[in-house]
Nanobody, 126 residues
Framework: QVQLVESGGGSVQAGGSLRLSCVASGYTSGPSCMGWFRQAPGKEREGIAAIWNGGNGTVYVDSVKGRFTVSQDNAKNTLFLQMNSLKPEDTAMYYC???????????????????WGQGTQVTVSS
C-alpha cells in the first residue's frame, strides 16, 4: 500500500518562500509519476506540477512556472516543491499524488493519480 505524507506548509508573507516535502512509502522502486496539486476553498483541485522518469521530466501549470520547482530525492523516496515569490492566490491546501507509470500524460487531472497524501496548508498574506 502506497502512503504519501506531506509536510512543510505554513504561513508566509507575499514574496516569501516555502519548501514542501512528500515522503513516499510502500512503493519505492519502479516507474512513477508524482504530482503536486492544490485546492483553495470553494475551488476544484488543481494540478500544478508533475515529475517523472526519475526526475528527468517535469511540467508546470502556467501560474506557477518560474516560481515553483518540483524535484525528487530517489534515495530518500521524497518529493519536493520549492515555492518562491509566493502570492496570496497561492493560498491553498497542497497535496502530493503518485501513480505507477513511466509518464505523466494526464497529470492535470486528479483522477489520474490513485495515491494521495493528506495535504499541507499554505497561507500567503499580502
Amino acid at each position: 500500500q502506497v502512503q504519501l505524507v506531506e509536510s512543510g506548509g505554513g504561513s508566509v508573507q507575499a514574496g516569501g518562500s516555502l519548501r514542501l516535502s512528500c515522503v513516499a512509502s510502500g512503493y519505492t522502486s519502479g516507474p512513477s509519476c508524482m504530482g503536486w496539486f492544490r485546492q483553495a476553498p470553494g475551488k476544484e483541485r488543481e494540478g500544478i506540477a508533475a515529475i517523472w522518469n526519475g526526475g528527468n521530466g517535469t511540467v508546470y501549470v502556467d501560474s506557477v512556472k518560474g516560481r515553483f520547482t518540483v524535484s525528487q530525492d530517489n534515495a530518500k523516496n521524497t518529493l519536493f516543491l520549492q515555492m518562491n515569490s509566493l502570492k496570496p492566490e497561492d493560498t491553498a491546501m497542497y497535496y502530493c499524488a503518485a501513480r505507477r507509470d513511466y509518464a505523466c500524460g494526464a497529470w492535470r487531472y486528479p483522477a489520474f493519480f490513485p495515491y494521495w497524501g493528506q495535504g499541507t496548508q499554505v497561507t500567503v498574506s499580502s
